[in-house]
């Protein structure tokens, strides 16, 4: 009797509850893409065409309401491979976290670092080709932590726009800096050894941000979309702890034109695990100027174009430069789906050495 009686109880207080049901999420973007080879002896040269998966993602997350102000959130995301190339379920963000309406969010897990984030509005070609058209490919900065703190302020209104902060603590629990699966980890024991903060103002017409990454695990002389087994250029990557300063600005005038742009530059901090030619890195800067046009007369078409470069100095030994130049064309079916097309060059030098890869491919997106 004891034992229907609490199941009874039970279940009556499940039945009066209300709980928020999770949000499921995700993204699919694949394209074929021509990426002939052209190697330094000339005899393995052929043409490519590649299927690339391009960021593709699931994800849930979901936000209880606690009182009028408070409210607990979550949100865990998993990379697949839409080509059915590789292994799937790499990591993304994941977290939970209390969001008070008035002082801002709290989030503990794996995040992007708020210098990372502060490309998505100025990288108009942001995952094309692989991953590797995009800032990723040439620059550093564009990483995602785990074991991390992450702040994220309110919006305090200015003018027609408003600002916010982002701060991001991350602690390597003892280890050294690595790469795992989708993430990166920093290096040192105490939460903070490795930090990542951003200010951003955000307009109808502007978007102006700085952002300042302190020994965040990076790549250093990255080749972007080199498709090349010998390469005249093979770069010096390096991956090692980076303390990088990144500024955006992007105006959106009348007409439906947007023009953006991005310069930053990064040094090597000493940490446990950097690769050993880190040690020969003197600075990375990298710059990148692109525009956007939403045809007035056809608001499905959206033409685009993007230049972005980045030279890594050394301390002994010629300069790394990487040069990349894309254009193209996206026409949105709706907010969810769209098709695009574009072409682009990438030319790598050190010395006098010299690769080229062009590229020209097509693809489809579809978020959910």
Request: without cysteine.
């Amino acid at each position: 009797m004891k034992t229907k009686l609490a199941a009874a109880i039970a279940l009556s207080l499940l039945a009066g509850s209300t709980f928020a049901a999770p949000t499921f999420y995700g993204e699919i973007d694949a394209s074929v893409d021509y990426l002939p080879e052209d190697n330094k002896t000339g005899v393995s040269d052929k043409d490519v065409v590649d299927i690339s998966s391009n960021s593709s993602f699931l994800g849930l997350k979901g936000d209880e309401k606690l009182t009028d102000r408070l409210s607990a959130v979550y949100a865990i995301e998993w990379a697949f491979n839409s080509d059915g190339e590789g292994d799937d379920w790499s990591k993304r963000n994941r977290f939970v976290g209390l969001k008070d309406a008035k002082l801002g969010t709290l989030k503990v897990g794996a995040h992007d670092t708020p210098l990372k984030q502060l490309s998505s509005p100025v990288d108009t070609f942001n995952n094309y080709v692989g991953n590797r058209a995009d800032v990723t490919g040439i620059m550093t900065g564009e990483n995602r932590v785990d074991n991390v703190v992450v702040y994220e302020s309110p919006a305090f209104k200015i003018a027609e726009g408003a600002i916010k902060v982002n701060a991001l603590l991350a602690t390597g629990e003892s280890s050294g800096i690595k790469s795992d699966n989708g993430v990166v980890k920093t290096a040192g024991r105490g939460l903070g050894d490795a930090w990542s903060a951003s200010v951003v103002y955000d307009s109808p017409v502007v978007v102006a941000g700085l952002a300042y990454d302190k020994a965040i695990p990076s790549n250093f002389g990255g080749v972007g979309i080199l498709n090349a087994e010998i390469p005249e250029v093979a770069g010096t990557k390096a991956f090692a702890a980076a303390n990088t300063v990144r500024a955006i600005g992007r105006v959106n005038l009348e007409g439906g034109l947007a023009l953006k742009a991005l310069y930053q530059t990064s040094e090597v901090e000493a940490a446990k695990g950097n690769d050993v030619a880190a040690a020969n890195i003197d600075d990375a800067q990298g710059w990148l100027v692109g525009a956007e046009y939403n045809l007035p007369s056809a608001k499905a078409w959206t033409v685009k174009a993007q230049y972005s470069q980045n030279t890594t100095t050394y301390k002994v030994g010629d300069d790394y430069e990487a040069q990349q130049l894309i254009a193209g064309a996206d026409y949105a079916f709706s907010k969810q789906v769209k098709a695009y097309g574009y072409a682009g060059y990438l030319a790598l030098e050190q010395g006098s050495n010299e690769s080229e890869q062009p590229v020209l491919g097509t693809g489809l997106e579809f978020k959910f």
